[in-house]
C-alpha cells in the first residue's frame, strides 16, 4: 500500500526559537502513530540542523524546502543536495508554486534538482498546480500534464522515490479550497497519468498529496477521496494542534 503523508511546509516563517518550539511541540503530540503513515517537517534552512537534533528518537521526520541544482560550488547563499544528506533530510520540495512564480525556475532547473536529490539519496516531493485563470479557463488538465512530463524521463528506479503534491495555485495561503471532489479529479487524473508513462504497480504505489488551504475542518472529507493521500501544509503547519488534528483525518 501506498504511503500516507502529512507534510508541513512552514515556507518563511518562525524564528529559530519559534521553530525550534514548533518542533518540539509537533513531536510531543506525535503520539498516536499508524503503519504505512508519514509525518514530516520542513522548517527554513535555518532551522535544520537544530530541529534534526531536537526530534531524534521522534516519529517525526524532517525534510528541506528547497535545494540547488548543483552539488557544490561557487553559488552563494545556496544550498545542496549533498549538504541536505549530510544532516539527514529525508524529504525535499521540489518545484512549489512560489519557487516557480517568485523565482522563475523551469523545467530544466527543476530536473537538475531531481537528480541530485535522488543522487543523494533524499525523497523529492514534486509540485503541480493550476492558477485561477487556467481553472477559469478549463485548461487546468492540460497545464498539470505539462508540469508532469519532466518525470516521465526518470527511470522506474528512479520515479519511485519520488511524491507528487498537488497545489492549486489559486487555494494557496488565500482561503479558498478546492473541493474533495476538484481534488479527487486531479489526482485520479495524476494516477491515470502515472499509469500510463511509469506502468501500473507505480501509479498504485505513489503517494499524491494535496496541498491548498487543507485545514482541521476539510482534512477528513479531502482524505477521504480515493485518490488523495494525505497533505502538504501550509498555514495550518504553524500551529501543532491544528497541524496533528489534519494528521488525525489520514484513513
Aim: aromatic share 8%.
Amino acid at each position: 500500500m501506498r504511503k500516507k503523508i502529512v507534510a508541513g511546509n512552514w515556507k518563511m516563517n518562525t524564528n529559530f526559537q519559534e521553530g525550534i518550539e514548533l518542533a518540539k511541540s509537533v513531536a510531543d503530540k506525535y503520539t498516536d502513530t499508524k503503519d504505512g503513515q508519514e509525518v514530516v517537517v520542513f522548517p527554513p534552512y535555518l532551522h535544520l540542523s537544530a530541529v534534526v537534533e531536537e526530534l531524534k528518537g521522534s516519529k517525526v521526520t524532517i525534510g528541506a524546502q528547497n535545494c540547488h541544482t548543483e552539488l557544490k560550488g561557487a553559488y552563494t547563499g545556496e544550498i545542496s543536495a549533498g549538504m541536505l544528506q549530510s544532516i539527514g533530510m529525508q524529504y525535499c520540495l521540489v518545484g512549489h508554486s512560489e519557487r516557480r512564480a517568485y523565482f522563475f525556475e523551469d523545467d530544466h532547473e527543476l530536473t537538475q534538482k531531481l537528480k541530485q536529490l535522488l543522487n543523494s539519496s533524499i525523497q523529492p516531493i514534486f509540485c503541480c498546480g493550476e492558477s485561477l485563470e487556467d481553472r477559469k479557463e478549463g485548461s487546468y488538465l492540460e497545464v498539470i500534464e505539462q508540469q508532469l512530463e519532466l518525470l516521465w524521463a526518470f527511470s522506474e528506479t528512479e520515479f519511485s522515490q519520488m511524491v507528487i503534491a498537488y497545489e492549486p495555485v489559486w487555494a494557496i495561503g488565500t482561503g479558498e479550497t478546492a473541493t474533495a471532489e476538484q481534488a479527487q479529479e486531479i489526482h485520479a487524473f495524476i494516477r491515470t497519468l502515472i499509469r500510463e508513462k511509469m506502468g501500473a504497480a507505480l501509479a498504485e504505489n505513489t503517494s499524491i498529496l494535496y496541498g491548498g488551504s487543507c485545514k482541521p475542518s476539510n482534512a477528513n472529507e479531502l482524505f477521504g477521496k480515493d485518490d488523495v493521500d494525505g497533505g502538504l501544509i501550509g498555514g495550518a503547519a504553524l500551529n501543532a494542534d491544528d497541524f496533528l488534528a489534519i494528521v488525525k483525518a489520514l484513513n
